[in-house]
């Protein structure tokens, strides 16, 4: 079965300081690695897909990048309006097997 | 930027009554899911459907539940008979392709059982 852990929990930065998420993830073939960012009481926003391990990618002061056993989302001098919760997902499996299988992710809080 | 939509945003129902959930996924995308979020816990798959027919499902996608797609905009989800524990927000995804590239997400209905 498809397991994905995030950690921590919970963050609480300052702004500016950066840090990292992690994703760790124990799969049979992934086809795919999923970050979201999902506001409270919204649905779950697309930021990254990653297919391969050394893959890396950015967006304004977010970059993901892909190991065999994990995934980090860095963000860098992290802003108020980064507070949200980030998601992570394995898309895994035989060609037919198309979902997604998410953590609980991790709920970061930015103070000005 | 298209977008994934969804009605209504809340629906609030008596166990043992039937909802229907609609969406209507991004115009060119070819495969459309439902995932569901019990309050606190994690985003879990429902059903994916393709070529108007159910290409996978979950253990939860049970009798009680039906996937439909009435016409080239629209995709519902419809719950027989409400449980208590059906309460949840429910989020349909859609995407180009089955194996890659992103699944978009739309906002999500919350459905209320009491």
Redesign the interface.
Known sequence: EDQVTQSPEALRLQEGESSSLNCSYTVSGL??L?W?RQDP??????LF?L?SAGEEKEKERLKATLTKKESFLHITAPKPEDSATY?C?V?AGS???????????ITLSVRP | EPE?T?TPSHQVTQMGQEVILRCVPISNHL?F?W?RQILG?????LV?FYNNEI??K?EIFDDQFSVERPDGSNFTLKIRSTKLEDSA?Y?CASSEA???????????T?LTVL
Not at chain 1, 95 to 104: C, P, V
């Open positions: 086809r795919g999923f979201y009481g919204k649905g779950p926003e697309f897909t297919y998601l997902a898309q060609g037919a097997n198309s979902k997604l299988t998410f953590g609980k992710g | 994934v969804q495969y899911y995932y816990q994690k985003v879990e798959f994916s290409s996978e979950s927000m989020f089955r194996t890659s590239g992103s699944k978009l997400f739309g906002p999500g919350r």
